[in-house]
């Protein structure tokens, strides 16, 4: 399991907004030039991250900013969003196909335990954690 720049780059997003929350709405490429990253990579994962995560308006004096506050945003969440399901082997995606071996693969306990164990790790980290 590797995590792409689109969940590293969703998370840096989020956190930028979160530790400049004073500042209101914030334009994505205020957000771009302080992180560093690319606005249209940014534009595109904002398409993603708006539907819950962050508030938005256009035109002047827009941009986006937190719908919550940080402590409410658990970096599980946010990454799931951006990447999908954090499951390191196939097999434990949601609605795979039961692979015909489950019943006597001797690694599938080990991978079920890795995928509880990340999923709760990042569960417990949010922005307001990130931001200390």
Same mark, same amino acid.
């Given at each position: 399991?590797?995590? #792409?720049?689109?969940?590293? &780059?969703?998370?840096?997003?989020?956190?930028?907004? %979160?530790?400049?929350?004073?500042?209101? &709405?914030? $334009?994505?490429?205020?957000? %771009? *030039?302080?992180?560093?990253? #690319?606005?249209? &990579?940014?534009?595109?994962?904002?398409?993603?991250? #708006?539907?819950? *995560?962050?508030?938005?308006?256009?035109?002047?004096?827009?941009?986006?900013?937190? %719908?919550?506050?940080?402590?409410? +945003?658990?970096?599980?969440?946010?990454?799931?969003? $951006?990447?999908?399901?954090?499951?390191?082997? $196939?097999?434990?995606?949601?609605? $795979?196909?039961?692979?015909?071996? %489950?019943?006597?693969?001797?690694?599938?306990?080990?991978?079920?335990?890795?995928? *509880?164990?990340?999923?709760? +790790?990042?569960?417990?980290?949010?922005?307001?954690?990130?931001?200390?």
């Amino acid at each position: 399991m590797m995590i #792409s720049t689109r969940g590293r &780059y969703a998370l840096r997003v989020l956190l930028d907004l %979160a530790e400049n929350q004073n500042e209101g &709405y914030i $334009a994505m490429k205020t957000v %771009a *030039h302080r992180q560093e990253l #690319s606005l249209k &990579y940014i534009e595109r994962i904002m398409s993603v991250l #708006s539907k819950n *995560h962050v508030e938005g308006v256009q035109g002047k004096g827009g941009g986006y900013r937190l %719908a919550r506050e940080p402590k409410d +945003y658990r970096v599980g969440d946010i990454l799931r969003l $951006a990447e999908g399901e954090l499951v390191p082997v $196939a097999c434990l995606e949601c609605n $795979a196909k039961t692979c015909k071996r %489950a019943d006597t693969c001797k690694t599938l306990p080990m991978w079920k335990e890795f995928h *509880h164990m990340v999923n709760h +790790y990042f569960d417990n980290i949010t922005l307001l954690d990130l931001m200390k």
